[in-house]
């Protein structure tokens, strides 16, 4: 649906940026809920988890009827084997796959994020309550760099856009660097105020790195295969973050 929609806007990446917004908005409940609920039941884990599982269940049972229409419609337009064809013809096309190439090669490359995340923990004794408004502030920076982006950039070219975004992920990502040296120290910044303005300001990066990455999928997606082919492009952008993930694992082990 979004899909559709997209490819009929007069400025792309509208409805976009409006869903990443609303997806982040409610990244932010849920965080802030998780945690009352954590600290609330500290002791009693399996309430917390009930809980968050009749959420989830009862948001799919509100959808299941809608899916379920949205999928009979498509079943009767065409033929798996018939989509799988259009889809592999789509991918042979070099305007479409080199785009896809460059954005998982951009996507893939090793994240120190989970390395990070046990710095903050091991090392500087952050609290789960600091690390709950940590998050809280990564998914409000996704908000704001959603609609930075459609505000700000949506009119440059890609190529100008990712040559500019590249360089400048490059040299924000020495900024943990900062307090792993303790450099803030002697700017009598704290620790806490450090992480969390660096927190803010990478998720906001990082979601308008990511914006334009959607915004293409969905207007690369050749007509009569726009969700089975917007599903798997942002299904391996999906996977090429897990790869950059793994991959920072592996350089901390060594």
Not at 140 to 165: D, E, N, P, T
């Amino acid at each position: 649906i979004i899909v559709e929609y997209a490819q009929r806007e007069k400025v792309k990446g509208t409805l976009q940026t409006y869903c990443w917004m609303a997806r982040s908005f409610g990244s932010i409940l849920g965080t802030i809920i998780g945690g009352a609920l954590c600290q609330q039941f500290e002791n009693q884990l399996h309430i917390v988890l009930s809980t968050t599982s009749v959420i989830h269940f009862t948001t799919v049972l509100f959808c299941l009827r809608w899916v379920h229409e949205r999928e009979q419609e498509a079943r009767s337009q065409s033929h798996v084997i018939e989509i799988l064809r259009k889809v592999v013809t789509a991918i042979r096309d070099p305007t479409l796959w080199k785009p896809i190439l460059f954005v998982l090669l951009f996507r893939a490359s090793p994240s120190s994020s989970d390395a990070f995340t046990y710095f903050l923990i091991e090392e500087l004794h952050f609290s789960p309550k600091i690390l709950v408004v940590l998050s809280c502030l990564g998914h409000i920076g996704m908000l704001i760099g959603a609609r930075v982006y459609q505000k700000m950039f949506s009119h440059w070219r890609l190529r100008q856009f990712f040559l500019f975004m590249i360089l400048l992920s490059t040299i924000s990502s020495f900024s943990p660097l900062i307090l792993v040296y303790k450099i803030n120290k002697h700017l009598h910044i704290p620790d806490a105020i450090f992480a969390a303005g660096d927190d803010f300001f990478l998720s906001t990066l990082g979601e308008i790195t990511f914006m334009p990455c959607l915004i293409l999928a969905a207007q690369m997606a050749p007509k009569g295969i726009e969700a089975t082919m917007y599903a798997l492009i942002v299904s391996l952008v999906n996977f090429s973050s897990l790869v950059s993930d793994y991959g920072g694992v592996a350089l901390a082990s060594l």
